[in-house]
């Protein structure tokens, strides 16, 4: 592959893109306007503490993890299977057994689940591993609570344990999200482990770039990309079937331009919208607020490095042991807890609201324990997390050369709303890119 090419942002599907172009052979350079590479996958240090940018984690089975990542250089800190369900009084396990032994006894005795739905679980775990990876995107689409009744299981498992976990991934306790994430994210799950880098979430673009660079990538940081155009054109208007302009313009925020065979637009979905013009970029987002919080100095929670599901209210939705699972998060002496809250109306909650929420459900599921002491470092409010996917939105996001001319997209806009999604769009950005070098 020889020519020019260029990516507008530095987000995981951006530094695939350029590292996949650079390695066939291409003069690649990339513009993150950020200070630095990473996008929506960040991480900060506050008072020793390592904040990620919201509650985020790497699914070490994702096939395009494998391909562009090398988990164990990562250092990756896992989580174990299943998680806490936690009300009131009352903390009880739910684990995979096949995957976790020693929680099968506990989990067989939870009872916040019926003896029926953890043999369905088993039974929809073995369905969904025999399924082909192009199976899940593709078909008849359904929300996760129509899913699971479909299924069979019981309102209970879905209220008990579905709403709390699947509203961390999904943001979405109601359940409304599309079912083929659900299946996805499931079969994932039973596949391999869930995890942080033991250096935070920002380890994952860290080693991209690095990865890029050696690829011979120039990255231009603090860099805003104002327009792409194409060869003898305006701003790039949709695909109509005769788009093979011979290279494009981008065009910088400080008035100077960079002349390129190809452009891999990888923004934001509304900046990828603006500045291509294509209408089926998603533009509505899902929010999301974490809290990240402190216990006084020697105390700890001692929760088998499972997430807490919080069965008996929305708020928080869970609180997640941070430092338990990744020692590395947080001073020898602190326990570092995440705790994240769901909807619209957490954007606009005082700090002080949602701090007292985690304090008080602490609390009511610890009942032996003052959570007085427990401290705010930090707040992040998301408004734009992930893109919505309700039922049947796969089937109408854009493909990567829907903009006209030499310019592609990458984002998991094009896949769907996921580290998965973003890596391999990345590399089918690149391959679409390619057919103009």
Request: with cysteine.
């Amino acid at each position: 592959m020889y020519g020019d090419a260029t990516v507008v942002g530095g987000g995981l599907a951006g530094l695939v893109a350029a590292t996949r172009l650079a390695e066939a052979g291409a003069d690649v350079t990339l513009y993150e306007r950020r200070p630095e590479v990473g996008g929506r996958v960040r991480t900060e240090t506050v008072d020793g503490f390592t904040l990620d940018r919201g509650f985020q984690v790497l699914f070490t089975s994702y096939p395009a993890v494998d391909a562009e990542l090398d988990v164990d250089a990562l250092d990756v800190r896992r989580f174990a299977p299943g998680a806490t369900i936690c009300r009131p009084g009352s903390r009880s396990t739910l684990s995979d057994p096949l995957r976790d032994p020693r929680g099968a006894i506990p989990s067989l005795l939870n009872d916040e689940v019926s003896f029926s739905d953890k043999l369905r679980t088993l039974a929809l775990r073995y369905d969904l591993s025999n399924r082909d990876e192009d199976d899940f995107f593709a078909g008849r689409d359904a929300s996760i609570r129509e899913y699971l009744r479909d299924w069979g299981f019981a309102d209970d498992y879905a209220e008990n344990f579905v709403e709390p976990f699947y509203g961390g991934i999904t943001l979405d306790r109601r359940l409304s999200t599309s079912k083929q994430v659900f299946e996805y994210t499931f079969r994932a799950m039973g596949r391999g482990a869930i995890g942080v880098p033991a250096e935070g979430m920002a380890a994952i673009p860290e080693a991209l770039a690095a990865r890029a660079r050696e690829a011979g990538v120039a990255i231009e940081t603090g860099e805003d990309v104002e327009s792409v155009r194409t060869a003898g054109q305006g701003r790039i208007p949709f695909r109509t079937g005769a788009a093979d302009a011979e290279g494009a313009t981008v065009a910088l925020a400080d008035g100077s331009t960079r002349e390129t065979d190809a452009v891999v637009v990888a923004t934001t979905p509304p900046e990828a919208r603006k500045l291509t013009g294509v209408d089926s970029i998603p533009t509505e987002g899902v929010p999301n607020v974490t809290g990240w919080y402190a216990l006084p100095a020697g105390e700890s929670l001692e929760t088998g490095k499972r997430i807490l599901l919080n069965a008996a209210e929305a708020s928080p939705n869970a609180v997640i042991p941070m430092s338990e699972v990744a020692p590395e998060y947080a001073p020898d002496d602190r326990a570092l807890l995440a705790a994240t809250f769901l909807g619209e109306e957490s954007l606009d909650r005082p700090v002080n609201s949602l701090r007292d929420d985690v304090r008080d459900a602490l609390a009511a599921w610890y009942p032996d324990r003052d959570f007085d002491g427990l401290e705010t470092l930090d707040l992040h409010r998301i408004r734009f997390a992930q893109f919505a996917q309700p039922p049947g939105v796969h089937a109408d996001l854009p493909d990567p050369d829907d903009p006209a001319g030499p310019v592609v997209l990458a984002g998991d806009y094009t896949e769907w709303s996921s580290i998965q999604g973003a890596l391999e769009s990345g590399r089918a950005a690149a391959a679409a890119a390619g057919e103009y070098l």
